[in-house]
């Protein structure tokens, strides 16, 4: 399948952007609830997302329904069997947002992406256009 050569270059900055933050929480908050036993302790893997007690992404969506429209919500998921209370799991997501918020100028200081609330999800939306090929 082919992709655009500046929509990989961009999808690969944010999976690098994502990867920092995913760094960040594990730091701060990794050793908080015990890792799902079926998955990876931190680096034991060569993508942070697939090891570790967060998995922290990006997924493109076009936005229909949304009022923000097109734009990557910020997905989060804690991987472990841990009783996790909602306002826990909603003070990872506030952190995730604030942390993606601040490292976007550093990642695409060229671009004017922002950080919003969409409903009970967090996305990045802005300038995503890709020029020519």
Do not use: C
């Not at 929509?7 to 952007?17: C, H, I, P, T, V």
């Not at 799902?36 to 992404?57: K, S």
């Not at 910020?74 to 947002?97: C, G, H, N, W």
């Amino acid at each position: 399948m082919y992709q655009h050569a500046k929509l990989r270059a961009f999808e690969n900055q944010l999976k690098a952007l994502f990867n920092e933050v995913d760094h960040q929480l594990e730091d701060r908050w990794g050793n908080l609830y015990s890792v799902h036993p079926n998955r990876p302790r931190r680096g034991e893997t060569a993508d942070p997302e697939m090891d570790g007690l967060f998995e922290v992404a990006a997924d493109f969506t076009p936005g229909i329904g949304s009022e923000m429209g097109r734009g990557y919500i910020i997905s989060l998921r804690v991987a472990t069997l841990d009783r996790l209370a909602p306002e826990q799991y909603e003070m990872f997501m506030k952190e995730t947002a604030e942390i993606v918020k601040s490292l976007l100028p550093r990642y695409f200081p060229e671009r004017s992406l922002q950080v919003v609330r969409d409903g009970n999800r967090f996305k990045i939306i802005g300038d995503f256009s890709l020029g020519f090929a």
